[in-house]
């Protein structure tokens, strides 16, 4: 049984990403807290289901079909939110795709260009079509979804990921300062391993998989909820003073050194 509170009634939150792992612990977590939330992203079936779990517990929630990294879906998105909610308040940009083990010179430029795209163009889509329509709602808070690979280079998940990444950071500090005194706080978190069906695919070869793991100092990854619960923090008023920071979850992963 999942308890409800009202933090963020009369708030709408958007999730890109909502309908698989860290984007739909969030989004449900969101809705948990009295939220009206918008999920975004590609495959219907799996936003329909999401959609239905956050109105069986009780919340209120729609899916848009959507593509970050084109930007006339990124406007389609925020206009159906409008259309439907009036406003919005928060989001999270954490749609993503994962990256390719294949060093820089042997990397392939289609799959680079992809990789940016959904991974760093789509959170600067998101965010320019979402900017706007939070300073006519007076304010809002946005969180982005980079990585510890958006902190620190790694052979894994490989040059386009990381440098995807590495962007998300820096334009989320570059976008908070822009917009600190329009009543807009922008952060980004930066997880390790989470158990998703993302990490799953990244880390099936049980070998590499056991040596991955095994570098969380906690001793163990991460679960898509500790990811929420921080972004929900982040878009809390407890967090009233935080902006520009990035924020790693990642059980001491960055402390580790074998
Ligand atoms: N799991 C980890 O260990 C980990 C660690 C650090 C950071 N992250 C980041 O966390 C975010 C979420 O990943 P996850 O682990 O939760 O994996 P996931 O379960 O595979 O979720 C990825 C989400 O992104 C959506 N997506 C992918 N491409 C998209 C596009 N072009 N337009 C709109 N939505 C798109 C997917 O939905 P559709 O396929 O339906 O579009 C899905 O909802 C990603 O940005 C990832 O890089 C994950």
């Known amino acids: 049984m999942n308890s409800r509170t009202s933090r963020f009634s009369d708030k709408v939150a958007l999730v890109t990403g909502g309908n698989s792992g860290i984007g739909l612990a969030t989004a449900l977590a969101f809705a ?18 999401a959609v239905s779990r956050i109105a069986d517990e009780g919340g209120e929630a729609i899916f848009v079909a959507t593509d970050v990294a084109d930007s006339r879906a990124c406007k389609n998105l925020v206009g159906r939110t409008l259309e439907r909610f009036g406003r919005l308040d928060f989001a999270f940009n954490n749609a993503g795709v ?5 060093p820089a010179a042997d990397f392939s430029e289609a799959v680079w260009d992809r ?19 939070m300073l006519k709602s007076g304010g809002g808070v946005i969180v982005n979804n980079a990585s510890v690979a958006g902190l620190n280079g790694a052979r894994v998940p490989g040059c386009a990921y990381v440098a995807s990444k590495h962007g998300v950071v ?4 570059a976008a908070a300062v822009e917009y600190a005194d329009q009543g807009i706080r922008i952060n980004v978190v930066c997880p390790a391993v989470i158990k ?16 991955v793991y095994g570098q969380h100092a906690i001793g163990r990854v991460g679960e898509p909820e500790e990811v929420a619960s921080v972004v929900t923090f982040l878009c809390s ?14 059980g001491g992963f960055l402390l580790f050194q074998n």
Request: charged content about 25%.
């Open 196 to 211: 998703t069906p993302m990490a799953e695919a990244a880390f099936a070869d049980p070998v590499f998989r056991k040596k």
């Open 115 to 133: 990789t940016l795209a959904v991974n760093l163009s789509g959170v600067f889509l998101s965010m320019k079509h979402q900017i706007p329509a």
């Open 237 to 250: 008023d407890d967090a009233s003073f935080l902006t520009g920071i990035s924020v790693p979850i990642d």
């Open 32 to 49: 948990r807290e009295g939220a009206a939330v918008v999920i975004a992203a590609r495959r219907e079936e799996e936003g329909r289901e």
């Open 170 to 173: 820096g334009l989320t500090k």
């Open 98 to 102: 994962s990256g390719r083990a294949i």
